[in-house]
C-alpha cells in the first residue's frame, strides 16, 4: 500500500461509503484511480467483501492491546470517556460495571506503537492507572454482529410478532 | 422490524454485501421489496451509512457484556477457541497474555439473555471460569479501526514509503 | 400498577402497617378503594401474603445489583453510611471487616437504572471507588430470616431456657 | 423469649401472616396465648410493625456473614443453589456475573455459629471453596425495598402511564 | 475472675515475673492474697504452668483478628509502627515484604471489640486501609517457639558445634 | 549456646517450667549444671525474665515467616491442621474466615531453611497451595497479650463486676 | 549477521570464551574468520566489550516477556523446574516465596514468538497456569550485578575484614 | 575474598574487560598482583570462564529479591526509571504492561539488606507501593541468553538469509 492506497482507506472509514465519485469528491483522487485501487486492496485481500471490511492484518494494524483504565474525574464520564476516545487506535471503549472504569480495545500498527499508546493514556488528567495486556491472537472480530447469531435466534429475539 | 427485516440484515452480514440482487437470491426475497426494506431501515437509522454498518441499539443488540474465560483444555488454543466462537452472540474474541485464558465481547437483546450466555459457556467442556462484566454504556464501537487514525499517522504506520 | 396502586405500597413500606384506615390517612385515598386495590394487588401476586410482602419481580423491582464502596471518610463510619443509605434503591448496607469497607444491595427497576445508580455513588464525596456486580438471578431473598432455620435449631438457640 | 416466643414467630415466618387464628392452628397453642405473646413481643420491639417485621438483634439473629461461594457443579446452577439454601441462616442468595458463582447473606446467633456455618458449605459435593466476611455493623436491613425509595421516583419508574 | 484477678495477671505480664513480693509491691495486694489467688487461677486453668502461660480463651480473651495494614507515612517504619502497637490488643505486628505494610494480630474479649478495633487503626494518621479477617479457630498459639521442634533439630541449628 | 543449653531451654518450653530439678530430671542434666547455665543465658539476655520468655534473636531463631495455605482436605479442618502443626518451626496456625483456609506463623534459624519449610507444607496430603511472605523485622512479639492492654480496659472487658 | 555470526555468538555463549582458538574448534570456521567477524561485530555494537556482553537488541533477541507459572508437580521443584529451563529462550528462572510458584524471564525475536513461548509452557505436564507480562522497555539488564553497586558497598559487603 | 578481590572484581564489571593492564590502569594494582588474584578467584570459581562471569552465591551476593514498583511520576518513564535504577543492588528494571509500572530484580549479599532495600525505594519520591518477593532458589541466571537457544533455533531466528 502507499500513500493513495491509505488515503482511500480512511475516506471509506471516515465517509461510510464505498462509492467511488464521494471518495473522489473527499481526496482529490480521480474516480478513475480510486476505481483501480479498489480492485488492487481487493483482490490482495485488505478488503474483503463489497461491504468494504478491512483485514487488518493486511492492512497493516496487526497488534491487538487491551487497556483497562482507572481513573479520578470530576466531570460525568461520558466527558470523561471523550479524553480516552482521543487517543489515536482506540477502536472501542465501554464504560462497565466492576472494579474498572473503562475496558478500551487498541489496533496498532506494531508492538512499538504500544509505549505511544500508553504514554498517551497516562498524559491524560484524571487517568491513575492503566492495566494493558497484549492479544497473542484475535480469534473473532466481526465487523458485523449478526454474524454470530443464527437467523431463528435473530427473528425470535429482534423481530416484532 | 419484522422477520423480513431481520432476514435481510442477516444476509448482509453473511453474504457481505448489500446487493439487493445477491440478497433476494440468497433469501428469496424479491429484489424490489430488498430495496424498499433497506431504505425504510436507512431512514430509520438501523442502517447507517453505505456500507451498511448496523445502529446496534436499534437493531435491539443494545446489550454488551465482556467475558473473561479460565479454561483447562488439552487441544490447541484455536481448536478450544472454535467452541467459544459457536456460543450465538459473541463478537470479539482474543487469545490475551495475563491471567485469564480468552477475553470475549458479546452482544445481546436484553439483559435476560446474559443467563443464556453464561450458561452456554460453562456447558463448554474444559471451561473452568468465567467472568463476566456488564458494559453500562459503550463509548465507542468502531466498525473500521482506520476511522480512529489520523489521515498522517495512518499513512506515516501504514504507506510503504 | 398505576400511580394509586404505586402510593399505597410506598406507604405499606413506610408506615409498616397493612391497615387500610392507617394507609387512607396517609394517602388521602379512600378506604374502600385501598381494599379493593389490595385485593387486586393480592390476586396478581404482587402482595404475597398476610404480612403484605412483596414480589419484586412482579412489583417492577426486578433487578438486583451488588455494590462494594471503598471510601476516604473523616467522619464516622455510621455518618459516612448515612450518604450512601440516601441513594435511592438500596435496600441493604454492611460495614464489613475485609478490604471493602461497604457492601450495598441495591433493587432497581431495570438495567438502565444502574448508570444511575453508579452516577449517585460516585457524586458522594469520600467514595474513592465501586465495583458493583449484576445479579443473573435471585436464589432467595427472604423478607424474614426466622424462615431459613428450622424449629428446632431457632428454639435452641433464640430460646432462654 | 421462651420456646414458645420462638414457635410463634417462626410459624408467622413461615405461614406468613399475623393472625393469631392461622397461628393457633399451626402451633396448637391456644388463641389467647398467641394475642398475649405477640403483644409482649411488640413491646420488647422484638416485633417491629403491624406487618410483623423483627428486629433481628433482639431476637438474638445478631451476627450477620457475607459468603461467597466458588462452585464446580455438573447440574444446572438451580439445582445446585438449592443445595446452598438447605444450609440454615442463609436468608439472601444471588448468582452473580463475576469471579464468583455464588454471593450468600447469612444470619446468625453468634460468632461461634460462624465454624458451622462453613462446616456446613464446605460439605456440600461440588464446593471449591468459601469466602466469608464478618459484618461489624448492619447499617440497614430492609424489609421492604419501597422504603428506600422516593413516591415520586416509584411512580414514574413502576406505575403504567 | 474479679478485679484482682486481672490486677494480679496483668502484673505478671507487665513485670515477667510470677514472684508474689514482686507482684505484692506493684499492685498493693498483699502477698498471702496473691499466693492464694494464682492458687485459683491455676486450679481454674486460667494459669497453664509453672512459666504463668495464659489459658487466652479463660481469661476471657477468646476473640483473635488479622489485620492488614496499608500505610502512607513519612516517618520511618519503626516509628510508624509505635502508632500501630499503641493500639490495646495488638499482640504480634510484623513489617513484611509483599504488598501489605504491616501484618498485625490482636487478641480481643468479644467480637463487638472488632468494632472498636477497626476504628481505633482508621483513626491513626496514614493508614489508608486495613483489612481485616476474623479467625475461627486457633489451633495452635504457642507461647514459646522452641515447642515446635524436636530436641534434635534445635541443637543442630541453635547449638555451636 | 552449646547442645547442653539448648536441651535446658527446650526442656523448659515443653514442661512449662523453670524449676531446676524438674529439668534435671528430664534431661539427666545435674541440678548445679543447669543454676549456672541458666544464670548465664540470663545474663545473655537470651532469657528475659522470670518467666523465661526467650529472645528468639539471641536463641537463633531470627527469621519470621508468614505462610498462607489453600487446602483441599475430606477430614475435618482440625485433624488436617494437626498436620500443618507436624512442621517444625510453626509456632501459630489459624483457621480463618476469608479466602485463605489457614494462616501460619514459622520462626526459622535462617532463611535457607524457608526452602525447608515450603517442602515441608507441599508434601502435605491436600495442601494446594503456600503462599509465604517474608517477615522483614518483627515490631512485637508479645509473649502475653495481657501486656498490650491496660490495666482498665482489662478489669473492664475481663473482671466479673 | 548471517549464519556464520550466528554460530560463533552461540559458542561464546555454549563455552564461556571469546577465545578464537576454542570458538574455531567448537564451530569448525576458520580462526582468521572468526577474528575477522568479532571485529564486525563489534564494530556493529552487537558484541559490546572485551567480555563479549552482547546487545541483545542488536543481536535481533529485542523482545523481554516476564512469566509467571502456577504448577502442581509431584517431584522436587528442582526437577519441575528443568523443564521449565527446556523451553528455548528462558533466561532467568526463580523458584519464589509467595502465590506464584516460578517466575521466569525470557528473550525472544519478536512478538509473534511470544505465541511459542505459552505454547511450549503450556504442554509441560504440570504447569496449571500461566501468566505473562510484555516488557514495553527494559531499562537495565546487566550482565554483571556488580556493576550496580559502588565500590564501598562491595567491599563492605563482600570483603572479608 | 579481600579488599582487592572486590576492587579488581568491581573494576572488571565496570570496563567490561578482564584485561590486566587495563585493570590495573583502573585500580593502580599492579598487573602481577592482579594476574595472581585473578587465578585464585578462577580456582576458587568465583570466576567461572575466560568471560569473566561472576559465580554470585560464591561472591558473596547469594539473596536474590523481586520487587514490582507502582509509582505516580510527573516525568517520563525513563526518567523515573533512573531513579530507581541508582538504589544499589538493582540488576534488571523493566518497564511492562499490566498492573505494575516497574518489574525489577536485585541481587543482595543477605537477607538484612532487604530492609535497606525496601527503604530505599520507599524513599524516591513518586514511588506509592512496592510489593517485593524472596527468591528462595534461583534455578538460571543465565550471563548470556544465546545459552538458552539451540543453534538451529538461532539461526532460523537471527540470521540473514
Known amino acids: ?5 491509505v488515503t482511500i482507506l480512511k475516506a471509506i472509514a471516515d465517509l461510510g461509503t464505498g462509492s467511488p465519485e464521494k471518495l ?3 481526496t482529490d483522487i480521480p474516480v478513475s484511480t480510486i476505481h483501480y485501487r479498489l480492485n488492487n486492496l481487493r483482490e490482495e485481500g485488505v ?3 463489497d461491504l468494504y471490511d ?4 493486511k492492512a497493516g494494524l496487526g497488534v491487538t492491546v487491551l487497556v483497562e483504565v482507572l481513573a479520578d474525574y470530576s466531570d460525568s464520564y461520558e466527558e470523561f470517556g471523550e479524553k ?3 487517543v489515536e487506535g482506540v477502536t472501542q471503549a465501554y464504560f462497565a460495571m466492576g472494579e474498572t472504569d473503562f475496558i478500551l480495545v487498541a489496533r496498532l500498527p506494531d508492538s512499538d506503537a504500544v509505549e505511544r499508546l500508553i504514554s498517551d493514556f497516562e498524559a491524560i488528567d484524571g487517568v491513575e492507572r492503566t492495566n494493558s495486556t497484549f492479544v497473542i491472537s484475535s480469534l473473532r472480530d466481526t ?3 449478526l454474524e454470530s447469531y443464527s437467523l431463528e435466534t435473530l427473528v425470535e ?3 416484532d410478532e
Open 1 to 5: 500500500m502507499d500513500e493513495r492506497d
Open 47 to 49: 478488503i474483503e467483501n
Open 54 to 57: 478491512i483485514d487488518l492484518e
Open 84 to 86: 480516552l476516545l482521543a
Open 157 to 159: 429475539e429482534l423481530a
Open 24 to 26: 473522489s469528491d473527499e
Open 143 to 145: 465487523d458485523n454482529p
